[in-house]
């Protein structure tokens, strides 16, 4: 049952963080996109609005800061009264081999990927314990599995473990 429910989606502009949004919004879910292009999202989210009919919202937010997506929940609870889902899906690449990788290159692919799945995480999950629900999801990649030439930084930020957390009970599980 997806009525009444609320995602908040990170990278929801385009590519796998639209297609989420989207299929979510034609599933009847209201949508929170969360991206640090504003003008893209307003359009994304504009475009889902009217051809679903679900209410969204597009909130311009760093994942890789943990104020500003603590914002970013407030503000979609202040409009949605709730976050029923999360998707972790905002990530970006820095590609270089790593004999040649600078410290910044491994710095923003884990601030993104890494740091941005635990701070949105964090920003959501109170109220998900509150409501007694809530579903999270982290979008990961083969590549964390099996590596990918020049790509160490992003193999290391995408090769946590995955799962979904189901939150529908006094603690969590």
């Known amino acids: 049952m997806t009525e009444n429910r609320v995602a908040l989606i990170t990278g929801a502009s385009r590519g796998i963080g639209y297609a989420i949004a989207n299929a979510l919004a034609k599933d009847g879910v209201d949508i929170a996109g969360i991206d640090i292009n504003i003008s893209e999202l307003q359009s994304a989210m504009k475009v889902i609005g009217d051809s679903t009919g679900r209410r969204t919202l597009a909130i311009q937010a760093d994942v890789g800061e943990f104020a500003s997506m603590e914002n970013a929940a407030a503000e979609v609870i202040k409009v949605f009264d709730k976050i029923s889902i999360l998707v972790n899906n905002a990530g970006i690449t820095r590609d270089n081999l790593l004999l ?11 601030r993104i990927n890494l740091t941005g ?56 599980c």
Request: aromatic letters at 8%; one cysteine or more; a positive charge.
């Open 100 to 110: 040649r990788m600078k410290d910044s290159e491994w710095d923003d692919v884990m």
């Open 117 to 172: 799945t635990f701070n949105c995480t964090r920003a959501v999950i109170k109220g998900m314990v509150k409501n007694r629900y809530g579903r999270i999801i982290s979008i990961a990649s083969i590549v964390g599995l099996m590596g990918n030439s020049g790509q160490a930084n992003y193999a290391a930020s995408k090769g946590r473990y995955h799962r979904i957390y189901k939150i529908n009970c006094k603690r969590v």
